[in-house]
């Protein structure tokens, strides 16, 4: 089970913090953050490998966006920073479970576990 917090109502230029807490025993899976706004479809935004070594960003969020892992934890937290209007959607994150630990994959087909999203807004 995955779940998202940290979502918000935010300024423009502001930052949030969200995080994805995966149940279970600490596992070291790959994990996706996506987004999607009203009207849009699903938009893989980051990634970030099982063992950490590789983190990947869209076009629209590199720069600003940046994901890191809590492996004792096991929570993959996504730090929102310099917030735009055209980022406010729900973002989720998904979870692939596999042996792998290098690989990271922002297609949402290749992920096989979500959770239910935490809202993000982003106002002038």
């Known amino acids: 089970q995955l779940v998202e917090s940290g979502g918000g109502l935010v300024q423009a230029g502001g930052s949030l913090r969200l995080s994805c807490a995966v149940s279970?025993?600490?596992?070291?899976?790959?994990i996706g953050w996506f987004r999607q706004a009203p009207g849009k479809e699903r938009e893989g935004i980051s990634c970030?490998?099982?063992?950490?070594?590789?983190?990947d960003y869209s076009d629209s969020v590199v720069g600003r966006f940046t994901i890191s892992r809590d492996d004792a934890a096991n929570t993959v937290d996504l730090h929102l920073d310099t917030l735009k209007p055209e980022d406010t959607g729900i973002y989720y994150c998904?979870?692939?479970?596999?042996?792998?630990?290098?690989?990271?994959?922002?297609?949402?087909?290749?992920?096989?576990?979500w959770g239910q999203g935490t809202q993000v807004t982003v106002s002038t």
């Open positions: 279970g025993p600490p596992s070291r899976y790959p």
């Open positions: 970030i490998s099982g063992n950490g070594d590789i983190a």
């Open positions: 998904a979870v692939r479970v596999t042996n792998r630990q290098d690989l990271c994959d922002r297609r949402a087909l290749w992920f096989g576990f």
